[in-house]
């Protein structure tokens, strides 16, 4: 809209300076501009007075919403409060997971086909993650921990097997107790198969 604006100011200045006879209709225009300019002005602060105050509620950083331009703020116009409340949430998360920082709120493990174990919102599993981008891109981000005992890769040992040492099918040199806390991108959560 500025840009149009813009266009018709220079329109408008362009026709003064071409017919002189021209020149009260032309200020006349340029007056309506800017007003509609003041108008416009306003409407944007009203906006992001809104959206700043949501952001707060929701504990998120003020930034999130003077970083973005005006056209895409002026979409939550249309937004009901939830809407937009699930608009600056969404793009909380993705401007942290494009920093390889977890969003706020996601502190449920979530089994991804392709990433293995990463933070969510809720838990399950899931064909594909918001973390995949990142994880096809080979970009570190942070994991939740894990143990073998559940790993459908774990190879407990034989005598003792569920307090010995174990290993793990995808690489024997992987050896971790049942229980130990770690990080892990393959972990499988199921039963071993034979394979
Ligand atoms: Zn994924």
Known sequence: ??????????????????????????SSA??????????QE???????????????????????????????????????????RAYLRAL???NRIGSGLVPSGWSHRLDCAHCGPVWWHRGGSVLACPWCARHRAGKAFPRPIVTCRPCRHAKPDHINPYGGVGRCALEGARIHWP?????????????????
């Open 1 to 26: 809209m500025g840009r149009l604006l813009d266009g018709l100011q220079a329109e408008s200045e362009e026709a003064a300076a071409a017919n002189p006879a021209n020149v009260g209709s032309s």
């Open 92 to 94: 909380d998360a993705s």
């Open 42 to 84: 306003v409407e944007n602060q009203l906006r992001r007075q809104r959206l700043l105050a949501l952001a707060a509620s929701e504990g998120l950083a003020a930034a999130l919403v003077y970083g973005q331009p005006e056209a895409e703020l002026s979409l939550c116009d249309q937004l009901p409060e939830g809407g937009v």
């Open 179 to 195: 229980d130990q806390r770690h990080v892990c991108a393959e972990h499988k959560v199921g039963e071993m198969s034979d394979a």
């Open 30 to 39: 340029s007056s309506q501009i800017r007003e509609i300019r003041e108008v």
